[in-house]
T-cell receptor, first 110, second 121 residues
Framework: QQPVQSPQAVILREGEDAVINCSSS?????VHWYRQKHGEAPVFLMI?????EQKGHEKISASFNEKKQQSSLYLTASQLSYSGTYFC???????????FGQGTELSVKP | GAVVSQHPSRVICKSGTSVKIECRSL??????MFWYRQFPKQSLMLMAT?????????EQGVEKDKFLINHASLTLSTLTVTSAHPEDSSFYIC?????????????????FGPGTRLTVL
């Protein structure tokens, strides 16, 4: 079953923060986050495994609450380059296929 | 590391013809690759899981006789759209599952190819 992302779209000014949420109705093994720019393939951001871990990469970080079957992606001090559509992909087992959410369109304005 | 290529990047064909799309993992071996299709402003819809040396596993609603998948080596999977029709026009993207962590992600990270835009006239 497809995970649900929220919000569907968000507009930011440069330097503002944003949070994108991903919720599943099923128990998850891992959550994968990608960013896709128009006409291009998704680019891997990070993967979170069950165990409730958090990860960070420069100004982009994420958390995974296994019990709540939710993950959140945090973008701080957003840059113009952060614009794109963010997808979460969820897997129910190790090596399992990913089912992607419907995407969150993020626009960062100068 | 963890680069995936796809060829061709764009293809335009006439209705009724077949089109082959190649997906290659350039610097790692991938026993498992995945094929997705994506319509404009929509999510990535998994079509099938391609396993090296065995038959592909298709998602519900995907016609296996229409979308032929071959994973003949650890670095190459192909998708052939047979007897293509205008409704098959879409963005087809492959991904390869990297299991050693060399790409910077944990094991099981999927890395995507650049995609193939198919237009059937």
């Amino acid at each position: 079953q497809q995970p649900v992302q929220s919000p569907q779209a968000v507009i930011l000014r440069e330097g503002e923060d944003a949070v994108i949420n991903c919720s599943s109705s099923k128990a998850l093994y891992s959550v994968h986050w990608y960013r896709q720019k128009h006409g291009e393939a998704p680019v891997f951001l990070m993967i979170l495994l069950k165990g409730g871990e958090q990860k960070g990469h420069e100004k982009i970080s994420a958390s995974f609450n296994e019990k709540k079957q939710q993950s959140s992606l945090y973008l701080t001090a957003s840059q113009l380059s952060y614009s794109g559509t963010y997808f979460c992909g969820t897997a129910r087992g190790q090596g399992g296929k990913l089912i992607f959410g419907q995407g969150t369109e993020l626009s960062v304005k100068p | 590391g963890a680069v995936v290529s796809q060829h061709p990047s764009r293809v335009i064909c006439k209705s009724g013809t077949s089109v082959k799309i190649e997906c290659r993992s350039l610097d790692f071996q991938a026993t498992t690759m995945f094929w997705y299709r994506q319509f404009p402003k929509q999510s990535l819809m998994l079509m099938a899981t391609s396993n090296e040396g065995s038959k592909a596993t298709y998602e519900q609603g995907v016609e296996k006789d229409k979308f032929l998948i071959n994973h003949a080596s650890l670095t190459l999977s192909t998708l052939t759209v047979t007897s293509a029709h205008p409704e098959d026009s879409s963005f087809y993207i492959c991904s390869a599952r990297e299991t050693s962590g060399r790409g910077g992600g944990a094991t099981d990270t999927q890395y995507f190819g650049p995609g193939t835009r198919l237009t059937v006239l």
